[in-house]
């Protein structure tokens, strides 16, 4: 039995999930969006933090003008990095003026409803018959720590996404692992809070990305091509502004791009704060990894077959997000089992529609059908979009109307 009845449950408040239930609300659906906006960000990205995406490239998907960043922030210039907590309050003032009565609620349980729909059970104990569920859990779920690391204790070994606040290792010896934005920003603002990183990457080179030109000549922009979402090029711009046509490629290019679109690189303006406070070791691969003492002992190895070992008081794998359909265990199993899915990720239509009618994944978990774009706010609008449109025509399919507005008019689904 379920206590309530809504056309649609949006499972998290993060960009996509709001950029969803935005669309969503819109066409005249009654939903819940279900979660604090913005609370990764908020909750597991450290205290200054700033964003890769350029500010035209950081806005949510709205319906309507006036809900973009740059609206909300009209003197941001390309170039400018927009500081984490800028970006959280602009989410969380679209969440107010887009779509108020969002629920700070988790989503522990979605589950078959009859045949044509989901219950949809929360952290509340209140359970919601519903015949569409998004589910938008962003990048969280999916954080990953390598093998070789994964075994150790949390208290000597942590994902870069467990931490807020880096002022708890201030006097410290931290490895951080890894050699993108994540690893390279941790490991300064491990230095600034007072800790003593060492940065160790499997890359021969650290690589930086360009400091970016507002204003480019007809030469420049023909040669290097145009500006996204995820950056300059031709065939970036492809993949960040037509992710539609990346779902028609064969699944081993759609997973090349998806690894190789945006390679491990830090942001130019980190570049100079990455100084002797922070140890670098490149070209390092993790060897034997053991408990000692009260820290870690990590033994990597060079392209020479050089060993060396680092004794440190805690690692930090900041090592991305890897989409594993399995680990989004708020989903039953019997659920999970009939979704289809390939090499962790759930197999999409379209319109981001999984096997299962009616279950939708956005974000991250996209990423595998739609691509690179997916791994960044820019791909919200482009989900919210396809996703709301369908859930209409499939409302209308069954004979759903899809404007009603009267909550009492909700039948229980059977």
Partial sequence: ????????????????????????????????????????????????????????????????????????????????????????????????????????????????????????????????ATRSVVVAVGVGPFAHIPDGLAGLPSWLVSHSSAHRDLGLFAGKEVAVVGAGQSALETAVL??????????????????????????????????????????????????????????????????????????????????????????????????????????????TIDRNGRRLVTEVEHVIAATGYVPDLERLTFLTPELRARVTARHGSPVLSRDFESSMPGLYFTGLAAASTFGPVMRFVHGADFAARRISHHVVRRMSRLGVPAHRRDPALEPHLR
Avoid at 21 to 27: E, G, S
Avoid at 204 to 230: I, Q, T, Y
């Fill in 1 to 128: 039995m379920s206590d309530s009845a809504s056309d649609a449950v949006i499972a998290g408040a993060g960009p996509y999930g709001l950029s969803t239930a935005a669309h969503l609300q819109n066409l005249g659906l009654k939903i819940r969006v279900i979660g604090k906006p913005m609370r990764f960000w908020a909750e597991n990205m450290p205290e200054g933090m700033y964003l890769k995406s350029e500010p035209f490239a950081s806005s949510l998907g709205a319906p309507h003008r006036g809900l973009r960043f740059t609206d909300r922030h009209p003197d941001w210039r390309v170039g400018q990095p927009i500081p984490l907590d800028t970006f959280i309050a602009y989410g969380r003032w679209f969440a107010a003026v887009a779509i108020p009565g969002t629920e700070n609620a988790e989503v522990v349980k979605v589950e078959r409803g009859g045949p044509n729909g989901y219950l949809v059970t929360l952290s509340t104990g209140e359970t919601i």
């Fill in 190 to 299: 491990l230095a600034d809070a007072g800790a003593r990183p060492h940065l160790i990457a499997r890359r021969a080179e650290l690589d930086w990305n360009a400091v970016p030109v507002e204003k480019r000549s007809p030469w420049a922009r023909a040669l290097c091509g145009p500006r996204s979402g995820l950056g300059t090029g031709y065939r970036t711009w492809l993949w960040a502004e037509m992710p539609g046509l990346v779902r028609h490629l064969p699944e081993r290019t759609r997973r090349r791009l998806v690894r190789e679109t945006l390679p491990p690189a830090g942001g130019w303006w980190l570049r100079d704060r990455l100084d002797e406070r922070v140890r670098v070791s490149t070209g390092q691969h993790l060897g034997k990894v053991v408990e000692h003492d009260d820290g870690v002992a990590l033994t």
